[in-house]
């Protein structure tokens, strides 16, 4: 069992595949039915946004089952390192790992469909596919603003978790603008985004 941020993840068997249950526990400080009302609502959406990514041709794992009771997703087990070990073990695999991100975030922007917390943690290295997970603070019809701040959060991390790799995440990005439909109004806003940061 992994205690995460919210979640508590469990590997299980889901009619003979390997498979991993998410469950959000229930938290204390809050009034049981507003609780449970949030909680239900939390697991939906991630249900629903690692629908419509996969609906875009991203890699993400297959939902088996959900429990708005017990507020549980059971989704494949997918194997594989995450990105960020890999990244951290064999750095000279940067550059080609960095251009497969590049490629499946362009893919789920151009579906108008954003992530809410692109770090390499969140990413497990299958074979030679990166498939994404963890969508709970995610969202569809995303909005030119969703996705530059999106964008940003993987650079920060990106910049915090992977120091030395610039050149890397460089790549990373200009895979990224060669496929989405309006590189220019993305850089645009990343670049108001980060000025606000700055001056406020
Ligand atoms: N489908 C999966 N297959 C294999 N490993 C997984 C899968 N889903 C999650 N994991 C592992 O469990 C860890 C925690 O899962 P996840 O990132 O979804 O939750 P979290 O960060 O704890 O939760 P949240 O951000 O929703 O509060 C991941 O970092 C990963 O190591
Ligand atoms: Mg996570």
Redesign the pocket.
């Known amino acids: 069992m ?8 469990d590997r299980s068997e889901f009619l003979g595949r390997k498979a ?1 249950v ?1 469950t ?1 526990p229930g938290k204390s400080y809050r009034l049981p039915e507003i609780d449970a009302h949030i909680r239900n609502i ?1 697991t939906r959406n ?1 249900a629903r946004i690692m629908r419509d990514a996969r609906n875009a041709g991203v890699r993400t ?1 297959c939902i088996y089952d959900i429990d708005l009771k017990e507020c549980s997703i059971t ?6 390192r ?1 990105i960020k070990d890999v990244l951290d073990e064999e750095p000279e695999r940067a550059d080609e790992i960095c251009v497969k991100i590049g490629e499946a975030v362009a893919k789920l922007h151009s579906a108008k469909v954003c992530h809410g ?1 692109l770090t390499t ?2 990413m ?1 290295l299958e074979d030679d596919q990166v ?1 994404l ?2 969508f ?2 995610g969202c569809a019809n995303a909005e030119l603003e969703d996705i530059g701040v999106d964008l940003r959060l993987l650079e920060r991390a990106f910049s915090s978790a992977h120091v030395g790799l610039e050149d890397s995440f460089g790549k990373l990005m200009e895979t990224y603008y060669s496929h989405v439909s309006d590189p220019k109004a993305v850089k645009r806003k990343l670049t108001d985004i980060k000025n606000r940061c700055r001056y406020t």
Do not use: F, T
């Open positions: 992994i205690q995460g941020a919210e979640a508590i993840v991993l998410k959000r939390r991630e794992p989704m494949e087990y997918i194997e594989g995450s917390d943690s969140n497990i498939c997970i963890d709970s603070m």
